[in-house]
């Protein structure tokens, strides 16, 4: 089985003199991914691979991931995730190696929440900082569908 946790970054700061990418999260922002960080953990999840997107709001929510986590693995910073297209992300997913049995993906809405909604059906709020867990019933990434995903739950404070 693989398991695929979607994270939307933190609350971002509100700067419209600044690129979007450059946008970095508020304290408020900060204070959320500490706290679902810890709730994870407390939950006893296991990551073994957090890949995110290299916008500044999404690396700041990834290293205080990786603190929390305790993860000394390299964070995978990959370009497509930042303004991604479903195909793409689900690319990225399906070329992860197999020893990887669950991973973290950090990035942005909408992309984020078509990802979950096309592979199972979740329609609900998906908020900055909130957590989706997908199970996938295979032992292989390259075989994961909108046919063999199992939404778990979601993880939001």
């Not at 959320?32 to 006893?44: A, G, P, R």
């Amino acid at each position: 089985m693989k398991t695929l946790y979607l994270m939307r970054h933190g609350q971002k700061e509100l700067d419209s003199t600044k690129d979007d990418f450059d946008i970095k999260l508020t304290n408020k922002g900060i204070k959320y991914i500490e706290d679902i960080s810890t709730k994870l953990v407390e939950n006893n999840i296991q990551i073994d691979l957090i890949a995110s997107s290299p916008a500044l709001r999404a690396k700041e929510t990834a290293q205080i991931v990786a603190n929390k986590f305790g993860y000394e693995k390299p964070i995978i910073y990959n370009e497509v995730i930042y303004q991604a297209f479903l195909n793409e992300l689900h690319e990225i997913i399906t070329y992860t190696y197999d020893t990887v049995d669950s991973m973290i993906l950090i990035g942005h809405n909408p992309s984020l929440a078509i990802l979950a909604l096309n592979y199972c059906g979740y329609k609900e709020e998906f908020d900055m900082g909130y957590v989706i867990r997908i199970d996938f019933h295979y032992d292989s990434w390259i075989d994961v569908s909108k046919n063999n995903a199992e939404f778990k739950k979601v993880y939001k404070i």
